[in-house]
C-alpha cells in the first residue's frame, strides 16, 4: 500500500498538476487536511523544484479562535520556511451584503482571498486539500438538490478558481482518505488546530457528514467510494458532453461579459440535453463574469427558457433567476441580466427624434462601429465603384440623418421594374428588425424620403437605385465600413 507522499506525487505527475520549477500557493486553514497537504508539498519542494507559498484567512466567525488559527498557520508555515499570507473577511456582512448563506459566503470570501493573494505573487495556481470522503460528502449534497451531471461529477483534479477563472484550483488529495491524512499527521506528529463549527450541523455539509453519511454506510459500508466512482463516472460524460457542445455551437454562439448571443435556428436544431446544457453554460459565464459564485439555475426555469426559445414570439423573455433572463429577437437569443440595453444597440449622436445630422457630401459620420461615407457623383459610367450603394439624388439635394418619425415611408422595389411605396414602420417587421431598436436605428433623408435604412453595417432599403446612373440628376455614394468589431 502507497504512503500519502507516494500517492500525492502520483497524482501530481498523473493529472498534471504541478509542473517542475512551478510556483504553487496553498490555502491552508490549519486543520489536519491542510496542514498535511502543505507538510507535504514541502517536503517536495527540493525534488519538483517547486516555488511554495501558504495563504490563510480569519473568516471572523469564531472570534479569537480564529484569528489564533491564522496565526498558528503563518508561524508553522515560517518554521518550515514557506513565505505566508494572512487574511480575515467578515463572512456575516458579506452574506448579509450578497443575500446568500453563510457557507456560501465563506466559499466566496475564500476564493476571492485566494485569487488577491495569487495574482499579487504572480501564481497561475493554487492548491487546497479536498480529499475523498469530502468529495463523497459534495456528490451526496448535490444529488439532495437535484444536480445535472456536471454537480454529479463533483469536484475536480484541476479546475478555473471561482472569481478568477484566469487561475487554476488544482486538488491533490482527492483520492485520498480521511484516515490516510490523519494517519500521515500522527506520523510527522503535526498539531493540527480543532474547527468547532465543523460539528455545527445548522451548515448542510456538516449535517451530512454527521447524519446522513453514517446512516447509508449501514446500507453500503463503502458508500463513500460508491459515491466517488459516481463522480468519476460523471466527469467522464461530462467531458464528452462538453466537447459535444464546443462541437456543436462553434461559429454561432457569442460569449460576452453580460450577455450571451446565440443564434436561434441553430439553437433549435440541438439535442435538448445540449440545448440545456448551452443555457446553463451562458448562465454559469455572465455570473462568474460578474464574481458571483452563485451559478444555480433552477431545472424548471431551464425548461422553460428552452421552451421559449422553441415557440416563444419576439421580444419574449424567459426568467433565468439571479437577475438573468432569457429573451427571444427574430434569429437570435439573449442571454443576459434584466435591464441590459438591447444587443446591437445604436450609440449615434440622434440620441431624439428631433435630432437630425445635416451631411455635405463628401461627408463622413461614424455610427456604433461603423462609419458612413456620403460622396457626390456625376452619371458618368467612368466613375463606376465595385464597393457600396449608388443613390439617385436630384441636383443639390439635402442629405440628413434621423432616426424614424410617425408615418415615415420607403421607397421599395414592387418587381418587374416597379417603384412603389411602404411604411417604414411595417418594412421594418417585415425585414425582422428587432422592434426594441426600431426608434434608433439610423435613417438616411434625400430631401424629405427616406432613401435607406442603415442596420448592422448594411444599406438597406435603396435597391430601387442600383440603376439609377441614366437619373437626370445626380448620384449619391454610399458606403459603410467597419471600425469596430461586430456582434455576430
Known amino acids: ?37 502543505m507538510h507535504a508539498l514541502a517536503g517536495l519542494r527540493s525534488a519538483l523544484h517547486m516555488t511554495l507559498f501558504v495563504a490563510t484567512l480569519d ?10 488559527d491564522a496565526r498558528f498557520v503563518e508561524a508553522t508555515a515560517r518554521e518550515w520556511g514557506v513565505p505566508c499570507e494572512r487574511g480575515s473577511i467578515d463572512v456575516r456582512a458579506l452574506a448579509a451584503e450578497r443575500g446568500i448563506g453563510i457557507e456560501q459566503a465563506a466559499r466566496l470570501a475564500r476564493y476571492t482571498f485566494l485569487a488577491s493573494v495569487a495574482n499579487g505573487l504572480g501564481i497561475a495556481k493554487v492548491a487546497v486539500a479536498h ?13 439532495v438538490r437535484g444536480a445535472g451531471l456536471n454537480g454529479l461529477a463533483g469536484m475536480r483534479w484541476i479546475s478555473p478558481l471561482p472569481t478568477a477563472p484566469d487561475l487554476q484550483l488544482i486538488r491533490p488529495l482527492l483520492n485520498i482518505r480521511r484516515g490516510e491524512i490523519e494517519d500521515y499527521a500522527r506520523q510527522f506528529e503535526l498539531t493540527p488546530r480543532h474547527d468547532a463549527t465543523n460539528a455545527d450541523t445548522t451548515y448542510s455539509r456538516n449535517r451530512l457528514r454527521a447524519e446522513a453519511i453514517p446512516l447509508l454506510r449501514t446500507i453500503n459500508a463503502d458508500v463513500d467510494a460508491a459515491l466517488v466512482r459516481l463522480a468519476d463516472n460523471a466527469a467522464s460524460d461530462e467531458s464528452y458532453l462538453e466537447a459535444a457542445l464546443r462541437s456543436a455551437s462553434a461559429g454561432w454562439t457569442t460569449f460576452l461579459d453580460e450577455r ?11 439535442h435538448s440535453a445540449l440545448q440545456r446544457r448551452l443555457i446553463l453554460r451562458a448562465a454559469h459565464h455572465i455570473l462568474m463574469s460578474a464574481d458571483d459564485l452563485v451559478v444555480m439555475v433552477a431545472h424548471e426555469r431551464v425548461l422553460a427558457a428552452v421552451a421559449l426559445a422553441e415557440s416563444g414570439e419576439v421580444g419574449a423573455v424567459a426568467e433565468l433567476g439571479r437577475g438573468l433572463r432569457l429573451r427571444i429577437d427574430y434569429d437570435r437569443l439573449f442571454v443576459e441580466f434584466e435591464g441590459e440595453p438591447a444587443a446591437d444597440s445604436v450609440d449615434t449622436a440622434l440620441t431624439t427624434p428631433e435630432t437630425e445630422l445635416l451631411l455635405a457630401p463628401p461627408a463622413s459620420v461614424e455610427l456604433q462601429g461603423w462609419r458612413l461615407q456620403v460622396e457626390r457623383w456625376t452619371p458618368d459610367p467612368s466613375a463606376a465603384r465595385g464597393e457600396g450603394i449608388a443613390l439617385a439624388a436630384p441636383h443639390a439635394a439635402t442629405v440628413r440623418l434621423r432616426t424614424r418619425r410617425p408615418g415615415d415611408t420607403l421607397r421599395v422595389a414592387l418587381g418587374e421594374g416597379q417603384i412603389g411605396t411602404q411604411s417604414l414602420s411595417k418594412w421594418m417587421i417585415n425585414v425582422k428588425i428587432p422592434a426594441a431598436l426600431r426608434d434608433q436605428i439610423p435613417l438616411l433623408l434625400v430631401d424629405d424620403q427616406v432613401a435607406a435604412v442603415l442596420w448592422k453595417g448594411i444599406i438597406l432599403g435603396a435597391d430601387y437605385t442600383l440603376g439609377g446612373r441614366d437619373h437626370a440628376g445626380e448620384i449619391l455614394h454610399l458606403m459603410l465600413t467597419p471600425t469596430a468589431t461586430e456582434i455576430t
Do not use: C, P, W, Y
Open 1 to 37: 500500500m502507497m504512503s500519502l507522499i507516494q500517492t500525492l506525487r502520483r497524482n501530481l505527475r498523473e493529472q498534471r498538476l504541478i509542473a517542475i520549477g512551478e510556483s504553487i500557493l496553498v490555502g491552508v486553514s490549519g486543520g489536519v487536511d491542510s496542514l498535511a497537504l
Open 59 to 68: 473568516h471572523q466567525l469564531r472570534g479569537a479562535s480564529g484569528d489564533d
Open 131 to 143: 480529499h475523498a470522503e469530502d468529495q463523497a460528502e459534495t456528490v451526496l449534497l448535490h444529488l
Open 260 to 270: 450571451v448571443v446565440l443564434k436561434r435556428a441553430e439553437f433549435l436544431a440541438l
